[in-house]
């Protein structure tokens, strides 16, 4: 469930907000290009959802209401610690950080999503916007 909610980090893709705005664009060579890693989201969603079910969880050790509320207190703790390990686990991704060389001869860094790949030496448009992005040259 919490990888659904990892954010979408390729260039083929826009938000809503961006249709219609105007970017610039410039053009240039790759030359450099490798994989990284790009940490996962905490949102606190995984947090929360993990607090609640370690919680209940929780609630149920013990045969009066003083265990109760002390598995109950920490079940939540644990339970927020581990959704929110979770969380960031399964929101992690891999992209690709891109080194381009402009025209004239600026040089420029770009970190997205893996697909589709670049390789050293494409002819690319870098697109400036609130989010940055390189596509290939089609001239």
Do not use: F, H, W
Request: net charge neutral.
């Amino acid at each position: 469930m919490a990888a659904a909610c990892a954010p979408n980090i390729s260039p083929d893709s826009y938000a809503v907000g961006s249709v219609g705005q105007v970017n610039r664009t410039v053009r240039g060579v790759i030359i450099s290009a490798r994989p990284v890693a790009i940490g996962g989201t905490q949102s606190g969603l995984g947090a929360g959802a993990g607090a609640v079910a370690g919680g209940a969880a929780g609630s149920m050790i013990g045969g009066n209401v003083q265990t109760n509320i002390i598995g109950a207190v920490g079940g939540a703790v644990v339970g927020g610690i581990a959704g929110a390990m979770i969380e960031e686990s399964a929101t992690r991704q891999t992209g690709i950080e891109y080194v381009v060389q402009t025209e004239n001869g600026a040089l420029l860094t770009v970190v997205q999503g893996s697909t589709p790949a670049l390789s050293v030496k494409d002819r690319v448009l870098v697109i400036y916007g609130s989010r940055s992005r390189v596509v290939p040259d089609p001239t």
